[in-house]
């Protein structure tokens, strides 16, 4: 790798060649702030906070998007810059509703703490703000287009990250905003409630719709009965919120913290987790041996099926059957559980948390309940759950660690994994192999599924087959995977893993704002972790699983299973 | 521009593109064009459809084996698309938003190729330069800008059009020479360069060679070509702020500091051009505020914007804060529009245009409504000289009218309709209100008994304060009746309004001179509480030429008031007058008018289009027989035993512009010649008479210095206005000056702040209009009146009044005319 030489604020530095002017200036660890940067992408220059002093250049130069070169010399904080700077926040500010008091994002909120780092301590510019209505349409985002800067990380994310394109600006200058296709609501777009606009987004203008009022409200209800259920990939962020390193595993602190909060019984998703192995793991065992469609795609993550529903309808069929881990645990808690604890389901509150703003929408499918309810009432985020703490006063990390409620609190370390990109085909190899050969694997740690690639492909002897497997995560890769076996390849592929946001529920649209990629890497270790030292680490193991199948559920795919534990596909026609 | 090239010789621009294309190996070229341009895309679609039949497109061109294909994009019609990576993204099939360069178009462009960007304009021009050379072209144009240019010529300039000239042209040739001048004798102000994101070039700077360099060095840019003129009833603040409206809808929306800054500066701007009545909140404060931090915006917006869009979006404010910052500190300081155009600074245009703020509009109604008293009662509100001004204004109510600022329109005969008003209704009519003495009541000296003082006298008086008017001469009046001449304003009308304007606290000392009859000391000792200087320029300025104190010479204004005052006829046989100015009409006319004079005439230096005297002025002596010998200047006087006899002139030329944009006149050498004359009148000009200013500061133009906001001289409590501290000026503006130094005067004596916050002044009566209301879009344009004049036979010899009364269905036709702009303030009751 070539390295140059180059002088920033009169001192010399080394850079690699072809770096940005920031990465150069971030690697010396010279601070520049950005407002629209997204590492990974190219950048679009539009916010203009990263500008420095060039010498030789009239203008100021944005470092995003300028390549280092040898000799260059740079200021990276002359008062022209900071003037600069300064007054673009001062601008956007101009057109900010003063309401961050009031806000959902104060304290995480970008510009809230650039206009602190930079002084900003006057009011100079004033005048008419851009004023348009909140979209509070999907049942899982809010959009407040009042707060939005319009750096357009969100509709970048959503078109080259997530293939989706669901918002794009509109209209031109002063007037311009983002927005659906035609200015609709989000619930009637292409959108697939992801989040990964919300956790990009600079200020409060992406927000999950939130249900902590709806929560707190069921728990002060006497005449309820309020359960949780909680993701595998919570228990290994939420730490965050509450100012612990990344990839702190607070599982048992959770679970204490839950249940000072009144929550009757915690539940693991992990359990859950582990009867969709169960059942999926039969389902491409079925398929495999009766010729049945394959390959077969996983079904956990809802924002990419809604996107198969959308943009890929003719794959319904690859789709699993399985409802995911939260939508079978909905429907064993009002049944099985209510039956054995002799509840009426009417009275049981079932709340959900999870890293995901899509499992709000997907908990509100009017399939995913019986005698007109729904299975999972409410679904929290991470930070929802964090808000929830605060809000009662409740500080996890002061509390003993306590186990989850039988009957679904013991899982597998494998259905841990589901909270990473990878997790569910590990845990599925795991199993699968089991269900097909009656043996074990001879180590259960499947290295090939592991990390935060976007695409994993894998190939595992089972008996006689060779099974061809690819893990992809984000949808811009699942698309990318849908395209070329629409092209007629890919025939050697019989599972697909897909998981909605890039690196899997780790990095949900739920999750704590502001995780670097370090974050993200830190919770999957911590994943790894658990698993490595779990001393039940396959999901066909799990006895508690075993025993619903005993007592209430039959076989996989038998009956009851067909009944509560799978789901169908709609085609769904949008403006995409 | 470019449309005009497509449209009118496609072949070229795909001549140049092959050649281009040809040169850098690209075998693909687009051609951007807008949709609405269907012609030109017609015309491209053909042109290329002929190239392909003649195997000049296509693939294996001419057996070259270089093959190209050409396809038209067009684009919908966006400002931002002119950037080049918009463009490119607008191809691609995206929305046009500039990305950041790097990558440069060549390096990665339209769909991730390298590629070339070119406008169509320099395509046109590469077949040219391959067939005769790039010698050829270096040829034309300056040093550093090669070729010519395509500018787009329009706004306030006779010929509009497309203008093809070399690069280094002036703009005075394009404007004036290609472009005929400014329509209608405005004045040229600035020419807009550049479009929105140009800059403008003021009138000083209109010899600038239009190249690349020398425009940009003055902050706008050559860019497209656009060429807005402008004259001076265009406002600064008004242009900036709509290009800034412009700017602010067209800017992508992608940047901040563009998306953003466009919109408070246009804000700003705003602030600037609202009247205080419309402001709420804290819009005073902004507005303040707002120019302290326009200028950094607009440097933050230069600087950081990632388009050359955003980052030449603040030139228009740039640009004119730098050569018309006067402009927007009027309209800051004083919520005032020097250029008659911020509508809600304005109000009405005429009332705006007028010194002394009479609400024209408001008579002209009454008068299409036939309420002459109404009419009359609105006028002697404002102005205490009705009748004199109905003959003699110079009426800047006309020029700023809003009937003729728009296409072929003629403004509204404001003058003429205000003489048949005072033609219907005597000066008694109207009864002032008299504020009743008491302790706030002094007593006040005025020294001067013509429009300025009369006017600060009444006024002063009205507010119930003691004024006594010293007068020089047997008669009251001042220029209006030592230098007017009788028919330009009849006597017995200029006395009865004079004698109207007198009350109980008004009296007028006649044939009292000061200096000679007393001082500005003695006043203040005898117990005046102020004193009010308003003496006028009656020092005729002479040619400084040896003998010029032979008998015959006379200054001008000593011969008008000699025949005016005195009924002495001072001028014999063959009279030549020098000068261009009013004066020295009406001393040519008077002279005309005496007997024993044989011929008169005028020796001016510059043209007749340049004489300062008034149009009409100039057309009456001319049709009385006067005439003009334009572009001389005197050199000697000729005299035999102390008697003129002649003078010897030499003839002038224009010689190029000076620094104000005026073309001086330099003599022609031996171009000289001898003229005799008998009586030779000197009207140059005239400066106020320095013996009675003993002890007062004076400007260096030799006139009376007094603060131009309190009228306060260098003495305390002695108050200036008039030609006494202006030169020779106008009979409104002298009227306009009494009011304002009585406005100060009475402050003065009851201890007030010499200070007055500016306010605007808005229509704010509602007059119903008159008659029936035609349809706007079927109304035939109705022509201004003519006013009848004494016919030429039957006044060249006598001082009967020459401008005679339009009849009331001519006066209420005229009046109907009106654009009623007063209605866009007012709320029927």
Known sequence: MNTLTFEANGRQLEAKQGDTVLEALRCAGISVPTLCHIEGLNPTGACRMCVVEVDGARNLVPSCSFPVAQGMKIKSNSPRVLQARRTIIELLLANHPDDCLYCGRSGRCDLQSLAQDLGVRQRRYRGLKTERDQDVSSPSIVRDPDKCVLCGKCVRICEEIQGVSAIDFIGRGSRSFVGTAFDKGLNVSSCINCGQCVVACPTGALQERSNVEDVLRALADP?????????????????????????????????????????????????????TIMEEGSELAHRVANGGVLPMMTSCSPGWIKFVETFYPEFRPNLSTCKSPQQMMGAIVKTYFAGREGLDPKKIVSVSIMPCTAKKFEAARPEMGRDSAQDVDFVLTTRELAELFRITGVDPSTLQAEAADTPFGERSSAGKLFGATGGVMEAAVRSVHFLLTGRELEDPTIAAARGLDGSKELHVRVGDLEVGAVVVSSLGQARKLLEEIKAGG???????????????????????????????????????TIDRNAPLRLSHRNASVQRLYDEFLGKPLGEKSHHLLHTHYQERDVMA | MNRSEIEGNPHLILEGMIVGAYAIGASKAVIYCRAEYPLAIAQLTRGIAQAKERGLLGDDILGSGFSLDIVIKQGAGAFVCGEETALMHSIEGKRGMPTPRPPFPAQSGVFGMPSNINNVETWANVPLIINRGADWFAGIGSEKSKGTKVFSLVGCVNNTGLVEVPFGTSLRTIIEDIGGGTPRGRKFKAAQMGGPSGGCIPAAYIDTPVDYESVQSLGAIVGSGGLVVMDDSTCMVDLAKYFMEFIQSESCGKCIPCREGTRRMKEILDTLTRPRRKEHDIDALLRMQGLMHLKDLAETIKSTALCGLGQTAPNPVLSTLRFFRDEYEAHL??????????????????????????????????????????????IRDANPFPSACARVCHHPCERSCRAGASGSGEPIAIRTLKRFVVDQVAPTAYRPKIRPSGPHSSTIAVVGGGPAGLTAAHCLSLLGHKVTVFEREAKPGGMLVGAIPAYRLPRERLEAEIASLLNENMEIKLNAALGRDFTVDGLLAEGYKAVYLAIGSHQSKMLDLPNEDAHGILPGISFLKA????????????????????????????????????NVTMYYRRTRDEMPAYAEEIEAGLAEGISIQELVAPVAVNSKDGRLTGMRFVRNRLSEPDASGRRKPEPIPGSEFE??????????????????????????????????????????????????TTGPSTVIGAIAAGKQAAVMIDRFVTGKLLKIVPKVKLPSVFIEPAGDLEDESTAQPAARVTVPHLPVERRTRNFDEVELCVSEAAACGEARRCMRCDLEFTQPV
């Not at chain 2, 155009?341 to 005429?350: D, F, M, N, R, Y």
Request: hydrophobic content about 40%; aromatic content about 8%; charged content about 20%.
């Open chain 2, 675 to 724: 003229v005799e004359l008998d009586t030779l009148i000197v009207a140059i000009s005239e400066g106020p008479e320095m013996a009675q200013l003993e002890g007062l500061s004076l400007t260096k133009w030799g006139t009376l210095a007094a603060n131009p906001e309190s009228f306060l001289t260098s003495r305390k409590g002695v108050f200036a206005g008039g030609d006494v």
């Open chain 1, 490 to 528: 890919r025939k050697d592929i019989h599972f697909i893993e897909v998981m909605t946001c890039p690196g899997g529920c780790i990095n949900g649209g739920g999750q704590p704002i502001g995780a670097a990629k370090d974050a993200v890497m830190a919770r999957m270790k911590a994943l790894y």
């Open chain 2, 333 to 378: 300081y004083e919520r005032r529009c020097p250029a008659g155009s911020c509508k809600e600074l304005v109000g009405a245009p005429c009332q705006n245009g007028c010194p002394v703020g009479t609400e024209v509009w408001r008579y002209v109604a009454h008068v299409g409504r036939g309420e002459y008293a109404d009419a009359y009662r609105v």
């Open chain 1, 223 to 275: 005449d309820v009965f309020v359960v949780a259920q909680h993701a595998p990939a919570v228990s290994v962020s939420i730490a965050e919120e509450f100012g612990l390193a990344p990839g702190a595993d607070v599982d048992g602190l959770m679970v204490a913290a839950l249940r000072r909060i009144g929550f009757k019984r915690v539940f693991d998703t992990s359990f859950t987790a582990d009867l």
């Open chain 2, 563 to 598: 025949y005016n005052l005195h009924g002495d006829h001072l001028a014999k046989g063959r009279v030549g007058v020098i000068g261009g100015g009013n004066s020295a009409m009406d001393a040519a006319r008077v002279a005309f008018r005496q007997d024993g004079v044989e």
